[in-house]
């Protein structure tokens, strides 16, 4: 079994990349799907949460309302340190249950965990490789702005709020570019996809050398 880890910042493409990987027989586990189910009404996760920030942040039918945690933990260091406090130890517990039962149901198989937070979380992990999906600020800001329906303060803000693009960089195995189109994005991770044996045994040769996942291989030419 190897177990990849694929993060990126917001609008860099990670999710395209982790769907196409899906269509090559990855089992694909979605850190941002686990935090959802994790939070639906009746949950553990839930009820720390209205104990910790107030029940207001749920709607009438006892689900949570995003946007106003959202609203009221942005730009506070110790709000979202207590938010992560609650979320992250039950990702974590979730996942690892996840990745054990793709083991047991295919050990020879691979497992991406498709997450934003690689670095703030769990960049320590055993991971076989790390694959760091990237563009430039401005063009994820360009992205935000177009495909999601934000304002250019809305959508700079959502940026600068993420880690400095330089430190996922530097936990990479593998930079796959996504600056340019889509179809090329793709495209880049088939190669990825086809050379992973190779990326995968020179991941593990870094390590046992250096114990770091540093230098990156680049794939697309720009990162």
């Known amino acids: 079994?190897?177990?990849?880890?694929?993060?990126?910042?917001?609008a860099s493409g990670k999710s395209s990349i982790a769907r196409r990987f899906?269509?090559?027989?990855?089992?694909?586990?979605d850190a941002d799907a686990v935090v959802r189910e994790l939070q639906e009404p009746g949950t553990p996760v839930l009820a720390a949460m209205v104990a910790e920030f107030g029940a207001d942040i749920l709607d009438e039918s006892g689900a949570?309302?995003?946007?106003?945690?959202?609203?009221?933990?942005?730009?506070?260091?110790?709000?979202?340190?207590?938010?992560?406090?609650i979320v992250h130890p039950a990702?974590?517990?979730?996942?690892?249950?996840r990745f054990a039962e793709a083991i047991a149901a295919d050990p020879d198989g691979v497992i991406?965990?498709?997450?934003?937070?690689?670095?703030?979380?769990?960049?320590?992990?055993p991971w076989d490789l790390i694959i760091v999906a990237h563009a430039p600020a401005a063009e994820r800001i360009a992205r935000?702005?177009?495909?999601?329906?934000?304002?250019?303060?809305?959508?700079?803000?959502?940026?600068?709020s993420q880690i400095p693009d330089e430190q996922r960089l530097a936990i990479a195995?593998?930079?796959?570019?996504?600056?340019a189109s889509l179809d090329q994005t793709l495209m880049e991770a088939d190669r990825v996809?086809?050379?992973?044996?190779?990326?995968?045994?020179?991941?593990?040769?870094?390590?046992?050398?250096?114990?770091?996942a540093a230098p990156a291989s680049s794939v697309g030419g720009h990162a």
């Open 144 to 160: 935000l702005i177009e495909f999601r329906g934000m304002s250019e303060d809305e959508a700079r803000a959502r940026v600068s």
């Open 91 to 97: 990702v974590r517990a979730e996942t690892e249950r």
């Open 64 to 85: 949570l309302k995003r946007a106003e945690l959202g609203a009221r933990v942005f730009g506070s260091p110790e709000k979202v340190a207590a938010l992560n406090g």
């Open 112 to 125: 991406v965990y498709d997450v934003p937070l690689l670095v703030e979380a769990r960049a320590s992990d």
């Open 22 to 29: 899906a269509e090559h027989g990855a089992v694909v586990v």
């Open 1 to 10: 079994m190897s177990l990849i880890a694929l993060t990126g910042g917001i």
């Open 173 to 179: 195995d593998v930079v796959i570019d996504t600056t």
């Open 193 to 212: 996809w086809n050379d992973l044996r190779p990326l995968l045994r020179a991941a593990r040769e870094r390590r046992a050398v250096s114990g770091t």
